[in-house]
């Protein structure tokens, strides 16, 4: 569970520990400061409980005297039991003294409702109430008080002024009944051991009140409690100076003694009054200060713990969780990829060290993007390098298949016109022939011109028509001839524009190879992080050598290819120039024909011109058939051409496609 918490909660957590010491000192404190205060309420409470107390013993004490005496009274016992009730149920939780209470208000009730007086009911209530006065003043704690401005006057109003008061209520009794003039010696001695009692009581009341003043720091509280005094001694002296003078046989008489007693106990009663309240009024300030000064513990406490926590949450934020702050967001920048983050690592100690280490960090991480981007750079190179290849490649196919295209169209209109050039050779030679045997004819014609003129005539006129039919042979042959000549520049064209090509491809696989060389540099000086580019790498290579392969054999056909369109143009341009000496010959045919109608025409004038000129013709003819055999000799030579011309263009056309076929399958890879 800890290990899920961040490093600012485990420090805060460790300083809470830290002063958790502090946070219970300061609240053990709190604790005896409310422990005091509880205690103090319940002194408080006590003492009121005694003020009920002492009201009743004095209602009692009034009861009493009247029925000496006889005299009505304002007392009533009956309400004084209900009093002594309520103060019960008021003050009395958790003391115990409920039962004590409840028998001394039976008692009370009792003796309201007698008609005379009943001693033993009256020693047995005042016997209940001092045994309850005595439970409220263990369980208040009244007599246990530890402080000094309180203690005597809690022993004042708990003790000595209730035995003053009973010493009081018992010196009248007794000097009442002796206060005749025949009293024993007996009862004087007892008187005056009564009074020694009473003295002594008294002396103790005086030391008592003479601390009281001593400790009250109130100015109220000790002229009341002097002015009370100063009330309450006089009267009591009073009495015990008549009791003395009684037990000394200088009786005062027993009205006046019960004068005595009277402003001796409403002296003493008064003084008991302003006592307990004067103490509930000391205890109320002792509780008040209590308070006061658990407030001020806790203010201060409060005061030095947060100042405590905001000091040490300023120390660590400033030379622990502001730095940690200011490593993270780096780190996280860092995380980001960016390298513009700055730290100080000037401060010392563990944060110092974080910052020393953040840059060291960040000078690698700079370092890979360095090598990261020259990789980026190189990749990118190589992708162009590729996408060129690929466009070349492309067009090459393009330019290849139209090429190879159109060689294959030029070899088949060769091939084609070669088929015709023959056949009009035939067609020359047999005409030829036919010129020949009319030439032979001519000759017998004029042999035998002098007998039938109707005949030369007639051959010549044959001769006429087949050496125009040769010259138009011979015309139609020439315009082939020249057809094919431009045909076999035209391939001779498209054979240097795919030369071009193929040099283009080596000069792309050569930059390919030299970019191989450089991703392979590199890829080597990346490392492992470069072994997959390094392979990338040769294989590029490896691509770029069988690209330079395949190129040098498309060179050597296309060279092959040129070599071979170069004989096709050396023998066609033979071929063109022996059907331009069949045309010439084939003109001079015509001509002689038309020499030799003129000489039919005057054949009887000049026989013998005719004679030689039909020689002439004949010798014309001969030659005419031998520039026709010669001419069908240059036409074999130029089909044999074609034929070798597109068997050559036909593996050109192989080795193209399984070029093409290998670079393909090489981008696929």
């Known amino acids: 569970m800890l290990a899920k918490l961040g490093l600012r909660t485990r420090i805060l957590g460790a300083v809470a520990l830290f002063l958790v010491p502090l946070a219970y000192v300061t609240w053990s404190l709190l604790s005896l400061q409310l422990a005091e205060i509880r205690t103090a309420e319940r002194e408080r409470v006590g003492n009121r409980y005694l003020m009920a107390i002492a009201d009743v013993n004095t209602a009692l004490a009034e009861r009493t005297r009247a029925w000496d005496f006889g005299m009505p009274t304002s007392s009533d016992l009956a309400a004084a039991a209900a009093k002594l009730k309520a103060a019960e149920a008021e003050f009395g939780a958790g003391y115990g003294t409920g039962a004590e209470n409840a028998r001394a208000a039976e008692l009370l009730e009792a003796m309201a409702a007698a008609k005379r007086l009943d001693r033993g009911k009256v020693l047995a209530v005042t016997e209940s109430l001092t045994r309850l006065r005595q439970a409220v003043l263990d369980q208040s704690g009244l007599i246990l008080d530890p402080k000094l401005d309180t203690y005597h006057m809690m022993d004042l109003a708990g003790q000595v002024m209730p035995a003053l008061s009973e010493s009081v209520r018992n010196l009248g009794n007794r000097g009442r009944r002796f206060s005749s003039a025949n009293v024993s010696d007996e009862s ?12 002594l009581v008294r002396q103790r009341f005086g030391g008592v009140v003479a601390r009281v003043l001593e400790n009250v720091t109130r100015p109220d509280v000790h002229a009341r ?145 360095r090598l990261e981007a020259e990789r980026a750079a190189t990749r990118a190179g190589i992708e162009r390098t590729e996408r060129r290849r690929q466009s070349l490649t492309e067009d090459f196919d393009r330019a290849s298949g139209a090429v190879l295209g159109a060689v294959s169209a030029v070899v088949t209109d060769l091939r084609a016109a070669a088929r015709h050039v023959r056949d009009e050779i035939e067609l020359a030679g047999v005409r030829s022939g036919s010129v020949v045997e009319a030439a032979g004819r001519a000759a017998t014609a004029v042999e035998t011109a002098r007998r039938s003129s109707t005949d030369l005539d007639s051959a010549s006129a044959d001769i006429a028509a087949r050496a125009d039919a040769e010259a138009k042979i011979a015309e139609r042959a020439l315009v082939a001839t020249e057809r094919v000549e431009a045909a076999i520049e035209r391939l001779g064209g498209i054979a240097a524009g795919i030369d071009q090509v193929v040099a283009t491809i080596a000069a792309i696989a050569s930059q390919t190879n030299l970019l191989a060389l450089n991703a392979t540099i590199e890829a080597a000086r990346a490392g492992d992080s470069g072994a997959g580019f390094a392979v990338v790498a040769a294989e590029v290579k490896g691509l770029a050598r069988e690209t330079s392969r395949a190129t040098d054999d498309v060179g050597e056909q296309i060279k092959a290819v040129q070599q071979a369109v170069d004989d096709a143009t050396a023998l066609t341009r033979e071929l063109g120039g022996t059907i331009r000496d069949l045309h010439v010959s084939s003109q001079a045919i015509q001509q002689e024909t038309a020499q030799q109608i003129a000489l039919a025409a005057s054949i009887v004038e000049a026989m013998g011109t005719a004679e030689t000129g039909a020689s002439t013709v004949t010798r014309d003819i001969a030659d005419v058939q031998h520039a026709v055999a010669s001419t069908d000799a240059v036409v074999a030579k130029l089909t044999a051409t074609a034929e070798t011309l597109d068997r050559e263009f036909e593996q050109l056309r192989e080795r193209t496609e399984t070029f093409l076929h290998g670079v393909r399958a090489a981008d696929a890879a």
């Not at 004087?188 to 003295?199: M, Q, T």
């Not at 003084?271 to 002792?286: E, H, K, N, P, V």
């Open 225 to 369: 409690m002097v002015a009370a005094r100063d009330h309450a001694v006089p009267a009591v002296d009073r009495l015990g100076e008549a009791v003395r003078r009684t037990a000394l046989g200088d009786p005062v008489g027993s009205f006046a003694l019960h004068d005595l007693e009277v402003a001796a106990a409403t002296a003493l009663t008064a003084f008991i009054a302003t006592a307990s309240a004067d103490l509930d009024l000391l205890i109320a300030d002792r509780i008040a200060d209590n308070r006061a000064q658990s407030l001020t513990l806790l203010l201060i406490a409060a005061g030095t713990f947060c100042c405590a926590v905001a000091a040490i949450y300023a120390l660590l934020s400033h030379g622990v969780f502001n730095p940690l702050d200011r490593m993270t967001v780096a780190l996280t920048r860092l995380a980001d990829g960016d390298v513009t983050v700055t730290v100080d690592p000037a401060s010392g100690g563990e944060v110092g060290r974080m910052a020393a280490a953040v840059l060291t960090l960040r000078g690698s991480i700079e370092e890979r993007q």
């Open 188 to 199: 004087r001695v007892e008187l005056l051991i009564a009074g020694g009692a009473f003295d």
